[in-house]
């Protein structure tokens, strides 16, 4: 697989979009009358096309999810270190702070350094997000039990997007769960309830090392 040379996976200021070795050839306007620019790197043998949409995120955004990577649980983050599932130098996974009525336990996984959307996540990041997702499933259907596994991932306002630093759902799922009806379900987890699932999914991870 041909490296991903046209990002660094440094971490990164999380305003503005990142255009340091970047060659921008084009710019449009969206129908939000925002403005995004086309980016084109080379690769050998091949001319990628990217859209790099610019930030959703206010100039002075105090990213929640930044401040969970460095473990950094002070004033609004919702809970603490007790939610933690599995940590590396770049990903972390949480349980998170809401859950669906009938997909009790979801994790959410981020990448450490602050990248908004998948609009500007580097591919390798995105493999990194992958695997630790896909370790949290298994650690998840082990543990849970459960009918089965999904993801989700949302981009923008129109995508539903809330927090603005990328982030993949990992969700147990049941039949019938119908847990694509009932986002407005969604619900604060007890602390306790999200810090005993945490510790059951760490247990099964810390003894079932990939
Ligand atoms: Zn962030």
């Known amino acids: 697989m041909q490296p991903d040379q046209g990002y660094s996976s440094s971490a990164s200021p999380h305003t503005g979009s990142r255009r340091g070795n970047s060659e921008y050839l084009d710019s449009a306007s969206d129908n939000t009358g925002r403005t995004y ?13 990217i859209v790099s949409a ?12 930044c401040r969970i990577a460095r473990s950094d649980f002070s004033g609004r983050v919702i809970g603490g270190a ?35 959307s998948i609009f500007d ?3 390798e990041a995105a493999a990194q997000i992958h695997r630790v997702a896909q370790r949290v499933a298994v650690a998840m259907s082990h543990v849970y039990r ?13 995508g539903g997007q809330e927090v603005w630093h990328y982030h993949l759902h990992v969700l147990p799922r049941w039949r019938n769960d119908r847990l694509y009806e009932r986002t ?18 760490r247990e099964h991870l810390d003894s079932n090392r990939a």
């Open 184 to 201: 407005p379900e969604r619900y604060r987890a007890p602390p306790d309830e999200r810090a005993h699932r945490a510790a059951l999914l």
């Open 37 to 49: 620019s086309i980016e084109r790197r080379p690769h050998p043998g091949e001319r990628e096309t």
């Open 121 to 123: 996540l580097p591919a």
């Open 146 to 158: 459960c009918d089965g596994i999904s993801t989700r991932q949302h981009n923008g306002p129109g």
């Open 82 to 116: 007790e939610a933690d599932v599995l940590r590396t130098p770049d990903v972390t996974a949480f349980v998170g702070s809401h859950w669906w009525p009938r997909n009790e336990g979801s994790v959410i996984v981020i990448p450490n350094a602050h990248f908004e």
């Open 54 to 65: 610019s930030t959703y995120a206010p100039p002075d955004y105090n990213c929640p999810f």
